[in-house]
């Protein structure tokens, strides 16, 4: 059974940081290319950052670049986002995805979610 788990969301003050996990398991992580999206209520899932299955490749939604860094590690099956210097405009829900087939930053290009975690950014 395939499960992708994030954690690390909570609580943070405007100007904070915040690192999200995402442990995947039933599913060869090496083998996947990764995602991150979030969805703040009332508004679409948006693309927030993807890494390819090496970790050579990276691409970031214009609104987090220079903020936010995606990373994984590939013998501990688990991606990262690191986000720094957060805005309340960053409050959502923020999923992690994965593609076994090609790299990609769309809704669609992802056919494994994980459940998501809640990012509270106060002002």
């Known amino acids: 059974q395939v499960q992708l788990v994030e954690s690390g969301g909570g609580l943070v003050q405007a100007g904070g940081s915040l690192r999200l996990s995402c442990l995947v398991s039933g599913l060869s992580f090496s083998s996947s290319n990764m995602g991150w999206f979030r969805q703040a209520p009332g508004k679409e899932r948006e693309f927030v950052a993807a890494i390819s299955q090496s970790g050579r490749t990276t691409d970031y939604a214009d609104f987090v670049k220079g903020r936010f860094t995606v990373s994984r590690d590939n013998r501990k099956n688990t991606m990262y986002l690191q986000m720094n210097t957060l805005k309340p405009e960053d409050t959502a829900v923020y999923y992690c995805?994965?593609?076994?087939?090609?790299?990609?930053?769309?809704?669609?290009?992802?056919?494994?979610w994980g459940q998501g975690t809640q990012v509270t950014v106060s002002s």
């Open positions: 995805a994965a593609n076994l087939l090609y790299y990609g930053i769309r809704r669609i290009d992802y056919n494994y």
